[in-house]
């Protein structure tokens, strides 16, 4: 099967990252994933939640929106706290990033890692959080130097990749036109334990069987390893 971008169904899009894309955070990317394209920056503040006062700890929050025109028509900006769908996202990013991070390490403060998609063909979520990493990473790295804390909170990796059912065939990492038109949709994110964070999946017609399940879960477990590659090559590991 040759999809419609000429890969392999096992294939990632060409993966990028540019690294301290953006000058006053404290950390921050670009990275692409085909023509998919999202900033991703950490900001590091004092204090945490009110339910955390006191505790000795900190927490890691996200936030997830796309450009007016990171689309082929321009979408209007989002207020309020943004659609259902933004919402979904942004609690996603923040639930897989602090699934990595040991709060106590952090000590009083938060994180706040922004995904600002700057143009959209499909995997937009998959892509904030693998970017989101890089971007906690490199802000933890600079407080650790800045004496701010004396253990690095980061004790696992992490990323994420869609996967879907085309045709009856697993397919990896999908662009919009396939994400459209899959027969499955599954976004996957996984730690280097070889662990799952979180496993979305959707019959968009009829339901799939446990054999193809399984066929998606291997074909992402073999795409994350390879962006697990990716985001240490862009950290300098």
């Known amino acids: 099967m040759t999809r419609i971008d000429g890969r392999k169904p096992n294939e990632l899009r060409k ?13 921050s990317c670009l990275i692409s994933f085909g023509d998919t394209k999202v900033v991703c920056s950490a900001s590091v503040e004092d204090g945490v939640p009110p339910f955390l006062k006191g505790k000795g700890q900190g927490w890691v929050t996200a936030e997830y929106g796309m450009l007016p025109r990171s689309c082929t028509q321009r979408i209007n900006r989002e207020k309020g706290g943004g659609s259902g769908r933004t919402q979904e996202i942004q609690r996603l990013v923040g639930r897989s990033l602090r699934s990595v991070v040991d709060m106590k390490k952090l000590g009083e403060r938060t994180v706040k890692i922004d995904c600002d998609v700057i143009q959209g063909d499909g995997g937009t979520r998959t892509a904030s ?3 989101g990493y890089i971007a906690l990473a490199i802000a933890l790295k600079k407080i650790m130097k800045q004496g701010l804390v ?3 909170p980061l004790i696992d990796q992490i990323a994420a990749i869609s996967v879907g ?3 009856d065939t697993p397919i990896l990492d999908l662009n919009y036109v396939e994400d459209s038109k899959a027969e499955v949709d599954m976004n996957i994110v996984m ?4 662990e799952f964070v979180e496993i979305q999946g959707t019959a968009e017609g009829k339901p799939f069987s446990k054999k193809n399940m ?3 879960i291997a074909l992402a477990q073999k ?4 962006l697990f590659v990716i985001q240490k090559k862009a950290l300098g590991k």
């Open 150 to 152: 004396t253990e690095n």
């Open 15 to 27: 993966v990028t990252v540019q690294k301290n894309y953006l000058k006053h955070a404290e950390g």
């Open 223 to 226: 795409g994350i390893q390879e």
């Open 129 to 131: 959080i693998t970017g």
């Open 191 to 194: 730690v280097t334990r070889g």
């Open 165 to 167: 059912m085309k045709d």
């Open 214 to 216: 399984d066929a998606m």
